[in-house]
């Protein structure tokens, strides 16, 4: 979940495998994400998850851009080999993905898009704006609860209709 506290440039490719060879040869920069087109039509883009000390790509995002599912994050620095890698994501690729309504921020236009977060402070998972979460975002790609945003904000607390907005 890191990727989402950061911008990205998305960076078109020609499938899957050009992709993994983006990253496995070390071309691909932490803010760029190899994207394609898979069988579906659906864009999908390999983003770089990792934190600090991980290196670039050491965790990787599988997403589609299209659902704005996340489909699986994958421990590259795990995996030596380009054809292993390809073979996981190709894996994930075709399915239907277990996180709902993720950002892949790429400018601007999106830090007000409603996503889902986790709280950095219960773990409760929370629909919010990059807007909202970026000052509260104690481990890149977390926000705070309306809850624990009551608890230690008291005056920051957000609308009961819309907890999206403060």
């Not at 994501?89 to 601007?108: M, Q, S």
């Not at 402070?121 to 624990?148: K, V």
Request: hydrophobic share 35%; with cysteine.
């Amino acid at each position: 979940m890191y990727f989402e506290a950061r911008n990205h440039e998305l960076v078109p490719v020609a499938d899957a495998a050009a992709a993994v060879r983006m990253i496995h040869e070390g071309t691909a920069k932490s803010f760029q994400c190899p994207t394609w087109k898979n069988a579906n039509g659906q864009q999908i883009a390999l983003v770089d998850d990792s934190h600090i000390n991980c290196g670039d790509f050491g965790e990787c995002a599988v997403v589609n851009l299209d659902t704005h599912r996340q489909l699986e994050t994958l421990t590259f620095a795990w995996i030596d080999t380009e054809e292993e890698k390809l073979r996981h994501v190709l894996l994930c690729e075709a399915t239907e993905g277990y996180r709902n309504n993720v950002i892949v921020p790429f400018d601007e236009s999106h830090k007000d898009t409603l996503a889902d977060f986790d709280c950095s402070c219960c773990g409760t998972s929370f629909e919010s704006t990059l807007r909202l979460e970026l000052p509260h975002d104690l481990d890149a790609g977390f926000g705070l609860c309306p809850s624990c945003l009551a608890n230690h904000y008291p005056d920051r607390v957000r609308n009961p209709v819309n907890p999206a907005i403060l």
